[in-house]
Nanobody
Framework: QVQVMESGGGLVQAGGSLRLSCTVS????????LGWFRQAPGKEREGISCISWSGSSTYYAQTVKGRFTISRDYAKNTVYLQMNDLKLEDTATYYC??????????????????????WGQGTQVIVSS
């Protein structure tokens, strides 16, 4: 079993930055791909960035590429999402998740919500003008 807990959301002005953190605990944490997803009101949950269990592969959605950076710290069992140049449309609840068995993360795949089975409660990010 894997437990996931996010932190770091808040209110920020457009153009600003935030860093989200996600602490993962439980069995075989290092064997899991980890990801960040977000869901805005009235919209489906979307995968925005995922990182492979080895840390060697990352995926970014086009909407965040070049602005967001995912990283993981194995010593702290934590994955981060550095968000720069935030836009109004980045407003959403952000979720961290660990994958089910068998997901392959590359630059073009491996970040679909149905493939991730262990979810945090979410942290809200509000970008104001």
């Amino acid at each position: 079993q894997v437990q996931v807990m996010e932190s770091g959301g808040g209110l920020v002005q457009a153009g600003g930055s935030l860093r989200l953190s996600c602490t993962v605990s439980g069995s075989a944490v290092d064997d899991h791909n980890l990801g960040w997803f977000r869901q805005a009101p009235g919209k489906e949950r979307e995968g925005i960035s995922c990182i492979s269990w080895s840390g060697s592969s990352t995926y970014y959605a086009q909407t965040v590429k070049g602005r967001f950076t995912i990283s993981r710290d194995y010593a702290k069992n934590t994955v981060y999402l550095q968000m720069n140049d935030l836009k109004l449309e980045d407003t959403a609840t952000y979720y961290c998740a660990a994958d089910r068995v068998g997901v392959v993360v590359t630059s073009t795949q491996g970040c679909e919500a149905p493939d991730y089975g262990y979810w945090g409660q979410g942290t809200q990010v509000i970008v104001s003008s």
